[in-house]
């Protein structure tokens, strides 16, 4: 496998990897902007603690199928260097 095949993985498993936790706070911080924006209440709070929340669920939820999907990549990782030096 071609070391740009191998920077190419990489950049997918670290998008899949950190796409459920972005885009849920993503999410979450625009819901509580627009209600924010609505009622002119602008505390700092009011953001930061949903936003810390659902990313702690979210790493509840999916952070056993994230760490197998990175395990299984270094797993590859090793394999080839393995393959390599051989």
């Known amino acids: 496998m071609p070391l ?4 190419d993985r990489m950049l997918w498993v670290t ?14 911080g625009l819901v509580i902007g627009l209600v924010q924006a609505a ?4 505390e700092q709070t ?3 603690v ?4 659902i990313t702690a669920l979210v790493l509840v939820m999916f952070g056993a199928s994230m760490m197998a999907l990175v395990g299984d990549f270094t797993q ?8 390599i030096s051989r």
Request: proline content about 5%; charged content about 5%; overall charge neutral.
């Open 46 to 48: 009011l953001t930061f």
């Open 15 to 28: 998008a899949l990897v950190a796409a459920p936790v972005l885009l849920s706070s993503l999410a979450v």
């Open 76 to 83: 590859d990782i090793f394999a080839h260097i393995a393959a």
């Open 39 to 42: 009622t002119s209440v602008n």
């Open 50 to 53: 949903p936003k810390l929340a």
């Open 4 to 7: 740009l095949a191998l920077a």
